[in-house]
């Protein structure tokens, strides 16, 4: 792997070998020493030209955790350049512009694939394999990069997607994508696992819904919607009471705060598997293992 542009760029053996990876990663986040070497002398450029919690913190822990240096914005020769950016295929650009490796944080409604990988981890964490596992992807899939990334990276593990919302907030030919389509939460207890997006507000151009009051009363994930067995994921940030009831945020069948986890692991493993996997190289130091 030379750069992580697109979730279509790692196979499901990529996928794999990055989530046992990011649980070498996680068992050494418990220690009191939580740094390794394995990017020390190598540089980190973080650029982010859109507003971004957790992905910005966690690509910058996650470097810090493998001893790079971390720049944001300008850095002289970058090894990893990481784009968060809201012009769909930008990073692709760049690729072609710099010997950096270029890791997509999100470029627009196009694709957030490291969303999606520790998606995959945090599930495959909690479930072991997604073969056959049943996903519902709910909400504003017509702006979601997470939607596009997670489709493709689910499917690539062996889940059933199947999306649901509003008419106007599904894209017209979401079906080529192998996915299931329905406009109503009449069968949401069929799903293992109900995905929420968010709704992203600052990506419409036009009215898409009558009023969020509507949207919340017919696709709000709430305690009487969420199956009994299901389990709950959202990217973050959630808008509570809008796409997610307040008491379902931290219900126990919800995974977001092992998802929030996931993320710097799982940005080590993708760092790591960029800049470092080449070189022969133990995760976790011999001084550091039990
Ligand atoms: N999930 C996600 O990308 O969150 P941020 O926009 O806060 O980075």
């Known amino acids: ?8 760029d790692v196979s499901r053996e990529d996928v794999e070998r990055i989530c046992a990876r990011a649980a070498a990663f996680s068992d050494n986040q418990q220690r ?3 740094k390794v070497p394995a990017l020390r002398g190598r540089t980190v450029l973080n650029l982010f030209y859109e507003a971004s919690t957790r992905t910005r ?7 810090k955790r493998l001893s790079a240096d971390v720049v944001n914005f300008s850095a002289y020769r970058p090894d990893a350049i990481v784009v968060r950016c809201p012009w769909a295929g930008a990073p692709a650009l760049v690729a072609e512009w710099t010997d950096a490796a270029i890791i997509n944080a999100g470029d627009g409604k196009h694709e957030h694939p490291t969303q ?11 479930l072991g394999s997604l073969d056959g596992v049943k996903i519902w992807i709910v909400g504003d899939v017509l702006h979601s990069r997470v939607a596009r ?9 062996g889940a059933q997607v199947t999306v649901a919302g509003p008419p106007t907030l599904l894209p017209r030919d979401i079906e080529a994508m192998g996915v299931d389509v329905r406009y109503s939460l009449d069968d949401l207890n069929e799903a293992d696992v109900v995905y929420a997006l968010r709704m992203q507000n600052e990506r419409m151009q036009q009215a898409y819904l009558p009023s969020m009051r509507e949207y919340a009363s017919l696709f709000q994930i709430d305690e009487r919607r969420l199956g009994a067995r299901s389990l709950l994921m959202h990217p973050g940030p959630v808008n509570r009471g809008v796409e997610l009831s307040d008491e379902v945020v931290d219900c126990a069948q919800s995974l977001i705060l092992e998802q929030v986890a996931a993320g710097v692991v799982v940005r080590m493993a993708v760092l790591f598997e960029l800049l470092a996997a080449s070189r022969a190289f133990d995760p976790v130091p011999e001084h550091q293992s039990a």
């Open 1 to 8: 792997m030379k750069h992580l542009l697109s979730i279509e």
């Open 32 to 34: 009191e020493i939580k």
């Open 57 to 63: 913190s966690s690509f910058e822990l996650a470097a």
């Open 116 to 126: 999606a990988l520790l998606d995959i981890y945090t599930l495959s964490r909690r």
């Open 149 to 157: 990334s997670n489709i493709l990276g689910f499917q690539k593990m």
